[in-house]
């Protein structure tokens, strides 16, 4: 057997609704600044010598007007897959985002049986995540995969193989529209290793964000 390998782009969105009083929700769309940093991340990818080929993206609006000024700029359509979307999406978060900065409430969830305001455990999301990266991954092509924080970091999880059951061991201030690569590398005896070539690069926006 030949090795083989293929690459992942995982971008978080851009800039979403916000302000010390807001309470998240899937349907928060993106901010003036948002949009841009969406269009500027399109712009860097058009310009790759390796463009993406595919787009697969969370239906949450943030997400998906990022998926789509990347699709604008590549000539793609966009995927839906609602495996991708965010931990706790299930309903408005509980916490403001005052109080999720002052409190950090989410670094209480690390456990697999911990459970989010909606219900679901964040061994749950790990799984549920993983299921959607072995589908992309099936899939073939150079997908894009735009999503969320947490999420990138389920991908990421997924592609180590670190299972669904083992606790959170690390967490990553992603920034908003940045990009994480990984190769993920078939060898000649067809076992599966994975290469994080980088990690929440936004080197092409003009204003960084992280919220």
Known sequence: ???????????RHGQATWGPDHRWDSSDP?????????????????????PP?????????????????CAAALGLTVEADDRLLEFGSGAITPFTLAEMLEH???????????AG???????????????????????????LVVSHGGTTCGLIRWALRIDHRA?????????????????????????RRAHLERIGDAHYLREVTEI
């Open 1 to 11: 057997m030949t090795s083989t390998s293929a690459h992942l782009l995982l971008a």
């Open 30 to 50: 993106l901010t003036e600044l948002g949009q841009r940093q969406a269009e500027e991340l399109a712009a860097y990818l058009a310009g790759r010598g390796d």
């Open 117 to 143: 305001h909606d219900g679901e455990t964040i061994g749950a999301f790990w799984r549920r995540v993983a299921d959607a990266g072995e589908d992309i991954l099936a899939a073939g092509g150079r997908p």
């Open 53 to 69: 080929d595919r787009i697969v993206a969370s239906p949450a609006v943030r997400a998906r007007q990022t998926a789509e000024a």
């Open 167 to 191: 606790p959170d061991s690390f967490s990553f201030n992603l920034r908003n529209a940045s990009l994480t690569e990984i190769e993920l590398r078939i060898d000649r005896h067809g076992r």
């Open 104 to 114: 950090l409430p989410y670094d209480d969830f690390w456990h697999p049986d911990d």
